[in-house]
């Protein structure tokens, strides 16, 4: 794909999940290095720190987009190895929407032989919830899907949950697919564990600062082709989930509680927090 492709691309979520997104938005800026090609590509999905940190990281010196892609690739693996640690042989799992992290841990526990089964929803309206399914039919993994308002039922037995995440602010708060902090809730209610499974550079070093994660607001259509105008169609594409849900967080720095996470990256990664 060109520049203007993978642009379409991102927009249209065509390219889904936050890290594909960022290595997408890497290698469209490859092609066309200059800060009209940045602007463009932060304004394509608002609730992206992930895609906004990887372009701030690579701007300034192109010799920074392997070093980028390496570092997805390496945390891809370890975040994979600290979330198959905590899943326990025989159990139930539940996900919500996709999300190629969770996806990949899944596949990790599978590949040490732990015995487990999958429970996720549709998610609707764009029923990125199938796509976890058609990826765990390919692993071998036993997998049952819910329709979005039956997740209580398929939530109140099981043993854990992981989500991924689309953004973290310095408030520890997770920004995930709609639906998320219903999930947590529900979680919380029957006293499941719930782990985010993502990579650090989703957290939004400009909420240390005061500034509020935009919650992306997609096409009416998306929800109902063709309604009545008369009709008011809310879609939004994330909602926040308060960091008291979260049991851990699991990243490429290892697992830690939303509040000792933030500490971590700013150890880590002290450019992200540069003005």
Known sequence: MNFEQTCKAIKEVKI????????????????????S?????????????????????????TK???????HFEKSKELI??????????????FTHCHSGTVINTFKKAKQEKKKFVVRNTETRPLFQGRITSLDLLKLKIPNT????????????????????????????????????ELVCETAERFGVPVYICTNSWKF?????????EKIELRSREEVWPKAPKQITIMNP?????????ITAIISELGVYKPESFIYEVQRAYPWMFKK
């Open 237 to 245: 594409a994330f909602e926040k989930i308060n960091p008291d849900l």
């Open 145 to 180: 899907q819910f329709i979005d308002s039956a997740m209580r039922q398929a939530i109140k037995k099981c043993d854990a949950v992981f989500l991924g995440a689309d953004a973290i602010d310095s408030s520890g708060k997770i920004y995930n697919k709609i639906g998320s």
């Open 80 to 93: 994979a190895e600290y979330g198959s640690r905590l899943i326990k042989d025989n159990s139930i799992l």
């Open 204 to 212: 939004d070093p400009e909420s240390i600062y005061g500034a509020e």
């Open 64 to 70: 920074n987009i392997s070093k980028a892609l390496v």
């Open 16 to 35: 889904q999940g936050a890290e594909n997104v960022a290595i997408a938005a890497i290698k469209a800026y490859h092609m066309n290095p200059t800060n």
């Open 37 to 61: 090609a940045i602007r463009k590509l932060v304004s394509l999905r608002p609730t992206e720190p992930c895609l906004r940190n990887a372009l701030n990281f690579v701007k300034n010196d």
